[in-house]
């Protein structure tokens, strides 16, 4: 185990800019201690709770309706596959709700919204009756189809990543530093399978049992400098992240993120969100920008055979048939630190958090869960063996 540091007498003077870069990196921290130490802590932090903590998992024999029914009742956003051969099981992928998704309605309608020359004297109302049909007539082709025809339709289940309880967390963080929200951990000995998630991480990491030197002049950097550093691992292609060049703030070089008007179809909206390789987006008041709503991809896990035409609604009135759904985005200001973001992602158990225009209130940008753990490695970490 990792020894303690003496807090100092006053709180360290936290980096402002990629100029004072780097901030002192938690290497050590993060080797001396376990995924297991990990599992533990949140073991006795269920404790207390009458909830049923059992592995959400599916067989890759299930059909697709299965795993969204899976899905919604353990409230999880991905599911281990798993295959059954001579009463032992092995872990094959890891299928999420955009694998499903993208796989069921989505497919068939996006080759038509692409075709513009399509019926173009039809009217929307007769489009959206033609499309509506389309949906019913490959209902079953689209539900009862098993799970194992809908792996790598998403990047999250093109690989299955496993580490042991007994790898270190830095084993952890080097898989997460590059998006991977979930690694299975497999069974040993007497202890079953499990999943560990970025949620878990970055909650294990906050907690106050740690006095870590490190991480506490980690938290205190403000969220700006860290996304522009969180870039430099997972490059430009993410419009949705903050872009401040050299990590400074200038009215001259606003830049907003992608955004969608709150009048565009649902269907449209996850069309775009998709395509962007994203998880979420912004959507926004069409008259004056403001953000409205997070459009995510936990939002398409209420998709059943009998509401699935919902998308065709217009993408707020899609949001407000969602059961147990947050009414506003859960946002942050350039003035925030890393634990502020941090905070409000565990309070409201969301993956990210929008940096909002302080004077116009658009969305600037996102700050995720994936950004803080970039933030724990140096640029030119060696990965352990």
């Given at each position: 185990?990792?020894?303690?540091q003496?807090?100092?007498?006053?709180?360290?003077?936290?980096?402002?800019?990629?100029?004072?870069?780097?901030?002192?990196?938690p290497?050590?921290?993060?080797?001396?201690?376990?995924?297991?130490?990990?599992?533990e802590d949140?073991?006795?932090?269920?404790?207390n709770s009458a909830a049923?903590?059992e592995?959400?998992?599916?067989?890759?024999?299930?059909?697709?309706?299965q795993?969204?029914?899976?899905?919604?009742?353990?409230?999880?956003?991905?599911?281990?596959?798993?295959?059954?051969?001579?009463?032992?099981?092995?872990?094959?992928?890891?299928?999420?709700?955009?694998?499903?998704?993208a796989?069921?309605?989505f497919?068939t309608l996006?080759?038509?919204?692409e075709?513009?020359?399509f019926?173009?004297?039809?009217?929307?109302?007769e489009r959206?009756?033609r499309?509506?049909?389309?949906v019913?007539?490959?209902m079953?082709?689209?539900?009862?189809?098993?799970v194992k025809d809908?792996?790598?339709?998403?990047?999250?289940?093109?690989?299955?990543?496993s580490?042991?309880?007994?790898?270190?967390?830095?084993?952890?963080v080097?898989?997460m530093?590059?998006g991977?929200?979930?690694?299975l951990?497999?069974?040993?000995?007497?202890?079953?399978?499990d999943?560990?998630s970025q949620?878990?991480?970055v909650?294990?990491?906050?907690?106050?049992?740690?006095?870590?030197?490190?991480?506490?002049?980690l938290?205190?950097?403000?969220?700006?400098?860290?996304t522009?550093?969180?870039?430099?691992?997972?490059?430009?292609?993410d419009?949705?992240?903050l872009?401040?060049p050299d990590?400074?703030?200038?009215?001259?070089?606003?830049?907003y993120?992608?955004?969608?008007p709150?009048?565009?179809?649902?269907?449209?909206?996850?069309k775009?969100?998709m395509?962007?390789?994203?998880?979420s987006?912004?959507?926004?008041?069409s008259k004056?920008?403001?953000?409205?709503?997070?459009?995510?991809?936990?939002?398409?896990r209420?998709?059943t055979?009998?509401?699935?035409l919902?998308?065709?609604?217009?993408?707020?009135?899609?949001?407000?048939?969602?059961?147990?759904?947050?009414?506003?985005?859960v946002?942050?200001?350039?003035h925030?630190t890393?634990?502020d973001?941090?905070n409000?992602?565990?309070?409201?158990?969301?993956?990210?958090?929008?940096?909002?225009?302080d004077e116009?209130?658009?969305p600037?940008?996102?700050?995720?869960?994936?950004?803080?753990?970039?933030?724990?490695?140096?640029?030119?970490a060696p990965?352990?063996?």
């Open positions: 185990m990792a020894t303690t003496t807090a100092p007498q006053t709180a360290p003077t936290a980096p402002t800019s990629l100029k004072s870069l780097p901030w002192p990196f290497i050590d921290f993060l080797r001396n201690h376990t995924i297991d130490e990990i599992l949140r073991m006795v932090a269920r404790a049923n903590y592995l959400a998992e599916v067989n890759e024999n299930a059909t697709v309706a795993a969204f029914d899976k899905l919604r009742a353990d409230d999880v956003t991905a599911l281990p596959c798993f295959r059954e051969e001579g009463g032992k099981k092995e872990y094959t992928n890891m299928i999420n709700i955009l694998s499903l998704a796989y069921t309605i497919m996006w080759d038509e919204l075709d513009r020359d019926r173009k004297a039809e009217s929307e109302a959206d009756e499309r509506a049909r389309m019913k007539e490959h079953d082709n689209y539900f009862t189809r098993p809908v792996i790598g339709f998403h990047a999250e289940s093109f690989k299955l990543h580490l042991p309880r007994t790898a270190s967390v830095l084993d952890l080097n898989i530093k590059d991977v929200h979930h690694v951990i497999p069974p040993q000995g007497d202890q079953e399978a999943i560990v949620g878990d991480l909650r294990w990491l906050t907690s106050e049992k740690h006095d870590d030197l490190s991480l506490r002049q938290w205190q950097i403000g969220v700006d400098t860290a522009t550093y969180a870039l430099k691992f997972e490059g430009d292609g419009p949705n992240q872009k401040y990590g400074r703030w200038t009215g001259r070089q606003r830049r993120a992608l955004h969608l709150d009048n565009l179809q649902a269907v449209v909206a996850f775009s969100m395509v962007h390789h994203l998880s987006v912004a959507i926004v008041d004056d920008g403001t953000i409205k709503a997070n459009l995510s991809a936990t939002d398409l209420a998709i055979p009998d509401n699935v919902d998308v065709f609604r217009p993408v707020m009135e899609y949001l407000s048939t969602l059961p147990d759904r947050r009414e506003e985005p946002t942050i200001s350039r925030n890393i634990k973001a941090i409000k992602c565990l309070q409201y158990d969301v993956h990210r958090v929008w940096e909002i225009d116009t209130k658009k600037m940008g996102n700050f995720s869960l994936t950004d803080v753990i970039c933030c724990l490695l140096p640029l030119d990965k352990e063996e």
